[in-house]
Structures are given as C-alpha cells and as structure tokens.
C-alpha cells in the first residue's frame, strides 16, 4: 500500500555443519557429563545435507529487499561462503547468547536469544536452514508497515504416542504462558478480523470450531520463515524471564522447553501482525514414501510456491540418494553461483 513504510528488514539463519568431527566430539562429551536427559538429540536434527548454498542462492536473487543477512553459528563455517560479502554477518554464540548459557546444542537457546544479536533490525526474518525461496518475493510477504505477516490459527493439541516426552508438551508450555498473560475472549474480539481471515481458507474453520473454549487450547504452527520484533523477545524475557533461564539453561533440546512459537503466539494475541494465506508455502518431508518425495522435487523444479520448507525423515539407508535427488531438483533452478559464494 502507498501508505505503508518500512523500516529495514534482516536475515538471521542458524547453521550447525552436523558433519564436523570436533562438534561431534563436544556434543558427545557435554551429552555425557551433564546431568540431565537428553530428550531430543535425534542425528536427524543435526545430519548435513548440503543444501545450504541453495537458500542464500534464493535470497540473493528472489530476496532483494533483505538488507543483511546475519549468519549464526558456532564457529563453523561453509568452505565456499564468501564472508567479504558486504551483506553477511558471522555471528558466534558467543557474542550474543550469555555466557551462562553455553556452550548450547540446543536450537531453543540459540532461538531465544536472537533479539541480542548487535545490528539487528527491530523486525526481522528468520529461517532455519530448511527453509528455502523458489521464487522472486517482496518485502510485504512478510511484512506489512513493519508487521509481521502470518497466519494466526487455533489450533488443539494433540499426540501421538512418540510425541509424549517432547513435542507434545513444548506447545503445551507455550499456551500455558499465553493463557498466564492473556484472556481469549479479550483477545478474539479486539482482534476478530485477524483470526476470522477468509486468508486462511479453510484452515479459519479450526478458529470457528475452538472459538468456545474459556482458554487457548494452541495455535496452528505453519514453520515457514518467521517473521518476528525484538520488542516482542523484550517484553517475553521482561515477564517470564523464570521459564525462558530455565530453558536457555539445557544444554540439550528438552520437554520443559518453551520455544520460538512462543514469540510468534504473542504476537498473535497482541494483534502485532499482519494476515497471510498459509498458500504462500509448502510444508513437506523427505522421508520413506516415494510419493511424497517425488512430489517435493518436483515443487522444487516447478517453483510452484514462493516457499518451501523440507524436513528430514529419511532413513540413513536412503539418506545419500536423496540427498543427491534434492540436491539436483535444486540445481535445475539454482545453477549459478551468488555473491554469497566464493
């Protein structure tokens, strides 16, 4: 809109090369010496696909308006990122995380801490490293005079048995904080045409049908690039700076943990956001079902959404097939190098 300003808008990715031998070998030793459960340490997490260079190829040609790119990691670095690119920023743990805090494994830590990173604007776009742009994108993709754009969904948790220890429960710890600070039906009226969005498509039905509960029951997590402020990290850490220590303080992923959807809850309730269409990206996984798979390098060659983001639920069996597949679906549309690339 003619109306609309903005301020400029940052990058942060966090990257761990989960095949350096030393990293290994200090995860292993911190796993062993603590004295806490390790929950969530799966290789998965941490296994290296090398298919970096195609989300920095992605935001250079497909992101324009992004105006530096803060690169977090924990000393390593890619052998081809070129780090005299006037737009990157290597940022160590250790010049934003607490010392108290490290060194961490944990990707909660890393995320809750964002807001410290020197340099960093107000509002600003984050992406794990299996988040990747197909195609050309605008500021107002992900913001709107500043404002995050997302879709802000109620949702019901729900399990399955593996999820018990772990990923059941973090959302529950997000919600609880949510309900602590903020009355729902406060909330959906001061807010109605953001939660009640036709944007959503069908997706709105899920608000419609929790809209009777007393108390957030969840919100739907859509894990495509986030879109988040500082002031919002402030304001959290301000007022529930107890669980966020608590949670820096695990050394490991672990089922008392809040997370980033924390930041982006609170920014559903307080209506600092803009409505966005879930249809501007794909969720998928590469995983045991040939279907699924074929379907994701496909989308990839076809550039069919501005957004797609890939898990890994390969077998170590499939692993290095896949990992060439992508990498080739990948190379159909990314055969050049960057400027982020020696």
Not at 52 to 69: P, T, V
Not at 149 to 164: F, G, Y
Request: proline residues 4%; hydrophobic residues 35%.
């Amino acid at each position: 809109m003619k109306n609309e300003t903005y301020n400029p808008i940052d990058c942060v990715i966090m990257w761990v090369d989960g095949n350096d031998q030393e990293w290994k070998k200090r995860k292993r030793k911190y796993a062993l010496s603590i004295n806490e459960r390790v929950e969530d340490d799966k290789e998965e997490r941490y296994r290296e696909w090398g298919t970096l260079k195609y989300l920095f190829r992605g935001l250079d040609e497909n992101a324009k308006w992004i105006r530096n790119i803060y690169f977090v990691t924990c000393g390593q670095k890619p052998e081809w990122l070129n780090i005299n690119n006037p737009r990157l920023r290597i940022v160590n743990h250790e010049e934003f995380i607490p010392s108290k805090y490290l060194p961490t494994f944990s990707s909660h830590t890393i995320e809750l801490n964002l807001h410290r990173i020197q340099g960093l604007s107000e509002s600003f776009l984050y992406l794990n490293d299996d988040m990747f742009i197909l195609k050309r994108t605008s500021i107002r993709d992900f913001f709107r005079g500043n404002r995050p754009c997302d879709t802000a969904v109620l949702n019901a948790v729900s399990m399955k048995k593996e999820d018990v220890k772990f990923r059941f429960l973090m959302p529950i710890n997000n919600t609880e904080i949510i309900n602590k600070h903020f009355d729902k039906k406060d909330v959906l009226k001061a807010h109605w045409r953001k939660y009640y969005n036709l944007k959503y498509g069908k997706d709105v039905l899920r608000t419609l049908m929790l809209s009777p509960w007393i108390h957030f029951t969840g919100f739907l997590n859509y894990h495509f690039p986030y879109g988040l402020r500082k002031k919002s990290y402030n304001e959290i850490w301000d007022m529930e700076y107890e669980v966020l220590d608590d949670t820096c303080s695990h050394r490991f992923r672990n089922s008392n943990d809040v997370n980033i959807w924390l930041i982006l809850y609170w920014q559903y309730v307080k209506g600092d956001f803009f409505p966005r269409s879930p249809k501007i990206g794909y969720l998928s996984a590469i995983s045991e079902n040939e279907v699924e798979n074929t379907k994701v390098l496909d989308y990839i060659k076809n550039r069919k959404y501005k957004l797609i983001v890939i898990n890994d639920n390969v077998s170590e069996k499939h692993f290095e097939i896949m990992r060439k597949k992508l990498i080739e679906a990948f190379e159909y549309i990314y055969p050049d190098k960057c400027s982020f690339e020696i």
